[in-house]
Nanobody, 124 residues
Framework: QVPLVESGGGLVQAGGSLRLSCAASGRTFTSYAMGWFRQAPGKEREFVAGISLIGVSTYYADSAKGRFTISRDSAKNMLYLQMNNLKPEDTAVYSC?????????????????WGQGTQVTVSS
C-alpha cells in the first residue's frame, strides 16, 4: 500500500497562492504515477493535474493550465501542487492519488490509493 497524506490547504484570497503537499509512505512511491483531484460541494470529483512515474510528463486540466504546477520529489516521497492566481471556483477538497502505472490518468477510477484530502477555500 501507499498511504498518502495531504497538507497545505487553507483559506486564501482570490489571486493568492497555495502549495499543497502529499506525503507518501512506503518504499514503492517511485512505482506510481501520481495525480491531484478536487471535489467541490455538490460536484463530481475532477482531475486537476498528473505526473508520470519518473516525473518526465505532466498533464493539467484546462482549468489548471498556466496557474498550477505539479511536481514530485521521489527522494523525499513527496508530491506537490503549486497553485497560483487562485480563483473562488478553485474552492474544493484536494486529494492526491497514486496509480501503479508509468503514466498518470485523468480517470479517478484508474488510481489505486487516495489521501484523505485537504480543504482549499478561495474568497472573492
Amino acid at each position: 500500500q501507499v498511504p498518502l497524506v495531504e497538507s497545505g490547504g487553507g483559506l486564501v484570497q482570490a489571486g493568492g497562492s497555495l502549495r499543497l503537499s502529499c506525503a507518501a509512505s512506503g518504499r514503492t512511491f517511485t512505482s506510481y504515477a501520481m495525480g491531484w483531484f478536487r471535489q467541490a460541494p455538490g460536484k463530481e470529483r475532477e482531475f486537476v493535474a498528473g505526473i508520470s512515474l519518473i516525473g518526465v510528463s505532466t498533464y493539467y486540466a484546462d482549468s489548471a493550465k498556466g496557474r498550477f504546477t505539479i511536481s514530485r520529489d521521489s527522494a523525499k516521497n513527496m508530491l506537490y501542487l503549486q497553485m497560483n492566481n487562485l480563483k473562488p471556483e478553485d474552492t474544493a477538497v484536494y486529494s492526491c492519488a497514486a496509480r501503479k502505472n508509468f503514466l498518470t490518468s485523468m480517470r479517478a477510477h484508474e488510481y489505486d490509493y487516495w489521501g484523505q484530502g485537504t480543504q482549499v477555500t478561495v474568497s472573492s
